[in-house]
């Protein structure tokens, strides 16, 4: 393989040499063909893409891409995920919504590790669709009960003194089709509303000291840029915790699905609160109490009355390890896996039961515990074929025990829609098909 | 008071009380970027409306100015009388459903301030044309619907003054957030009574479907006509909204395509009556819409 490796050196830098008379187009071209020729020459036969379906690549024999080189630098200057991966994808429920502009997409949870949701499968929520900001032409304006109404254009944003948070995001609606009864077989479209990125920016806090308070002001107008011009009223005390103007997420510049090029993050609150293509903050001494945050966003009880301004997601977990889209296959052990979350701060512990609640173990939490974050937790399990109902179950730091439907739906009914949390039951069937169920 | 008259007395509400504030702000200004902002530039972009009536413009109207208004603007997604058309929201009836198994939330039934209709006609609607209304035509507007909800008599005048005093049915039927309302406990051993487990519910499907996972994998992205109809213009022509002639009607498009293909573009491109160009997704690419008209073709040409 030495004489092999050297000769295909040479081939390469002649390729190179013989590229450089060429214009930077041809070149491109050209240096594709070179490589493929040497591809060629070190395999003896095979190029890269012609081994045929169903040959065996399995040991002893030696795959094709073994033998051969790969596509170069630059093939893809953004990246993209192996195309065997094109079924990670967020989907939506069509019948969901009145059209796909004011609609929901969700993230594919089943499919991934880890605590980080790739920037590309974050989930989707839009009233007006996706604007196409330009950033140059992008303004933040902060007014109303301050001593010095300023805009600041993004470029003056990032200025400020920033800082990183890794902080779930989820919509209060997350699983609001469940209220009622189970009805989706699927982890995506019973959980998929909820992402995990590391969040940069400037603290909202900072913003609000620069521009100076006055001594009334007790809420903060947040308004978008999209043409549904979202707003939501943050109470002073969260802007000045830690409410965060973002620009960036997992280290890239914000998506525009995301709110590109800035948006609100309110950590461990509600998402819709958390106002994307934000251009304007008001500071008032009363809530505005506008569209959605009374005719939405509010929790309807079985008495008739509405629980407003209820803006932390509570104590939640779900077994991402099986589900219905990932079955088991053998008898055998496993390592069963899933998520847990809170609004309030960190996960204490998470339990899993494997009989419908009737007896728990504790699993482990795995990797990263931090606050308003998704934990990551896991525990060895032998299945012995039989049927089981799989559930987990989370305890955050301040104490609260995720419910049950049972308890959930005895102290709000079941036209909530919104902050649904309980505790998600998977029926495994003995042939490894998982599916939801609710349970008594 | 005017939202020009809110800013400016924000600005004198500045110049009196200087800096306050215990344990909140320091001293203002300690990096100093960007720009102040000048009354003129806030009163631009200072859209919002409180319970109070603060920022609300002069003027007013009464249902009877609003209701071809309506009719134009409101019906085709929200029909004649508030009913609502397809999933696109009710606007009108439900009085007493709150506390029934499906509660109908309606503007009459649930909303509990009328200034909020105003604010949210005023920021986001129409939906396709969000901000192109007037003041006057949103006070109209506004009371049409407040009309339709029996609220306000047809020939009462809803005015920056009286708004604000409007009584909503449903505003005592708020309370602040008080949760946490249940209280779990962690029980791990024999939590439940034997023989007391049930299933109560299953998705309908369930049983059919292998995973469930096969069903949802199997969806296939669409083509770009597709994908981009889907995006722009399935908002009106997918239910016919303000006679947005519906793909696969083949009565409806014949004469349309009689016309030709360049002038269908065209139409999609630069818009036409009441449909906005490129279905008001102005960062489409044209040969992205082209693709979408001819997808819509594909589908409404005789066989």
């Known amino acids: 393989m030495g004489k092999d490796n050297s000769s295909t050196a040479i081939l390469l830098q002649a390729v190179a040499r013989e590229g450089e008379k060429l214009q930077a187009s041809e070149r491109r071209n050209f240096l594709k063909q070179g490589l493929l020729l040497a591809g060629g020459a070190l395999s003896g036969a095979a190029v890269p893409g012609t081994a045929l379906a169903g040959d065996n690549n399995l040991p002893p024999n030696v795959p094709p891409w073994t033998k051969s080189l790969g596509s170069g630098v630059l093939t893809n200057p953004y990246g993209k995920p192996s195309p065997y991966e094109s079924h990670i994808v967020r989907r939506n429920v069509p019948w969901l919504t009145a059209d796909n502009i004011a609609s929901i997409s969700f993230t594919p949870l089943a499919e991934l590790s880890g605590i980080i949701t790739p920037s590309s499968l974050v989930f989707e929520r839009y009233h007006a669709g996706v604007p196409a900001i330009d950033p140059a032409q992008h303004?933040?304006?902060?007014?109303?009960?301050?001593?010095?109404?300023?805009?600041?254009?993004?470029?003056?944003l990032k200025r400020f003194p920033s800082t990183s948070m890794i902080r779930f995001i989820e919509c209060p609606a997350n699983g609001g089709m469940e209220w009622r009864a189970a009805q989706m077989d699927s982890l995506q479209f019973t959980h998929g509303m909820l992402s995990c990125?590391?969040?940069?920016?400037?603290?909202?806090?900072?913003?609000?000291?620069?521009?100076?308070?006055?001594?009334?002001?007790?809420?903060?107008?947040?308004?978008?840029?999209?043409?549904?011009?979202?707003?939501?009223?943050?109470?002073?005390?969260?802007?000045?915790?830690?409410?965060?103007?973002?620009?960036?997420?997992?280290?890239?510049?914000?998506?525009?699905?995301?709110g590109y090029p800035i948006r609100l993050m309110n950590p461990g609150w509600e998402g819709n609160t958390s106002v994307k293509w934000l251009r304007r903050l008001e500071v008032g001494d009363e809530a505005w109490y506008h569209r959605e945050e009374t005719s939405k966003y509010t929790d309807l009880l079985a008495d008739g009355r509405a629980r407003k301004f209820s803006y932390v997601q509570e104590c939640n977990s779900v077994v991402t390890f099986p589900c219905p889209e990932k079955p088991l296959t053998e008898r055998g052990r496993y390592e069963v896996e899933g998520l847990a979350w809170s609004g309030e701060g960190k996960i204490k512990r998470v339990d899993v039961s494997f009989d419908g609640g009737m007896n728990w173990r504790p699993a482990r939490l795995k990797g990263l515990v931090l606050p308003k974050a998704l934990t990551r937790f896991g525990l060895e399990w032998d299945w012995d074929g039989g049927p089981a109902m799989i559930q987990s179950r989370a305890v955050d730091d301040t104490g609260y025990v995720q419910p049950t439907y049972t308890q959930l739906r005895e102290a709000r009914g079941s036209s909530s829609i919104y902050h649904k949390n309980a505790i998600q039951t998977w029926r495994l069937h003995d042939s490894g098909k998982v599916t939801n169920v609710q349970i008594s | 008071?005017?939202?020009?008259?809110?800013?400016?007395?924000?600005?004198?509400?500045?110049?009196?009380?200087?800096?306050?504030?215990?344990?909140?702000?320091?001293?203002?200004?300690?990096?100093?970027?960007?720009?102040?902002?000048?009354?003129?530039?806030?009163?631009?972009?200072?859209?919002?409306?409180?319970?109070?009536?603060?920022?609300?413009?002069?003027?007013?109207?009464?249902?009877?100015?609003?209701?071809?208004?309506?009719?134009?603007?409101?019906?085709?997604?929200?029909g004649s009388f508030g009913e609502g058309v397809g999933r696109y929201p009710v606007l009108a009836g439900g009085e007493g459903t709150l506390t029934e198994a499906r509660p109908e939330k309606t503007v009459g039934s649930f909303w509990p301030y009328a200034s909020t209709l105003w604010d949210y006609i005023h920021r986001a609607m129409p939906f396709t044309v969000p901000e192109s209304l007037t003041d006057e035509e949103v006070y109209a507007t506004t009371a049409y619907v407040l009309y339709l909800n029996d609220l306000i008599e047809y020939d009462f005048e809803l005015t920056q003054e009286n708004l604000a005093d409007i009584e909503m049915p449903n505003k005592d039927g708020f309370f602040f957030d008080d949760r946490p309302d249940v209280k779990a406990r962690r029980c791990m051993k024999n939590c439940k009574k034997a023989g007391s487990i049930q299933i109560t519910s299953e998705p309908e499907v369930s049983e059919d479907a292998d995973s469930g996972a096969d069903e949802v994998v199997a969806v296939e992205q669409?083509?770009?006509?597709?994908?981009?109809?889907?995006?722009?213009?399935?908002?009106?022509?997918?239910?016919?909204?303000?006679e947005a002639p519906i793909p696969g009607d083949t009565a409806a498009w014949s004469p349309r395509l009689a016309l030709g293909r360049g002038t269908l573009i065209e139409s999609?491109?630069?818009?036409?009556?009441?449909?906005?160009?490129?279905?008001?997704?102005?960062?489409?690419?044209?040969?992205?819409?082209?693709?979408?008209?001819?997808?819509?073709?594909?589908?409404s040409a005789k066989q």
């Open chain 1, 197 to 258: 990125c590391e969040w940069t920016g400037v603290l909202l806090s900072t913003l609000l000291q620069e521009v100076g308070i006055k001594k009334d002001a007790a809420w903060v107008l947040a308004e978008g840029a999209d043409g549904s011009h979202m707003s939501r009223s943050i109470p002073m005390d969260k802007a000045l915790d830690d409410a965060l103007i973002v620009y960036a997420q997992n280290g890239e510049p914000l998506r525009p699905e995301q």
């Open chain 2, 1 to 78: 008071m005017s939202r020009l008259a809110k800013s400016l007395s924000y600005v004198g509400l500045t110049v009196a009380l200087g800096l306050v504030v215990e344990g909140h702000a320091e001293e203002a200004g300690n990096f100093g970027y960007g720009q102040t902002a000048t009354a003129e530039q806030i009163a631009g972009w200072d859209i919002d409306v409180r319970p109070d009536g603060m920022g609300l413009p002069p003027g007013g109207a009464t249902p009877e100015d609003g209701e071809m208004l309506y009719e134009e603007k409101c019906a085709s997604c929200h």
């Open chain 2, 222 to 242: 669409p083509a770009e006509g597709q994908a981009v109809y889907q995006q722009a213009c399935a908002v009106c022509h997918a239910a016919g909204i303000g």
């Open chain 2, 268 to 299: 999609a491109l630069n818009g036409k009556g009441i449909m906005p160009a490129k279905g008001g997704q102005s960062q489409l690419t044209d040969v992205a819409v082209i693709a979408a008209v001819d997808h819509i073709i594909s589908l």
């Open chain 1, 139 to 156: 303004r933040l304006m902060i007014h109303g009960m301050v001593d010095r109404p300023i805009i600041l254009s993004v470029d003056d």
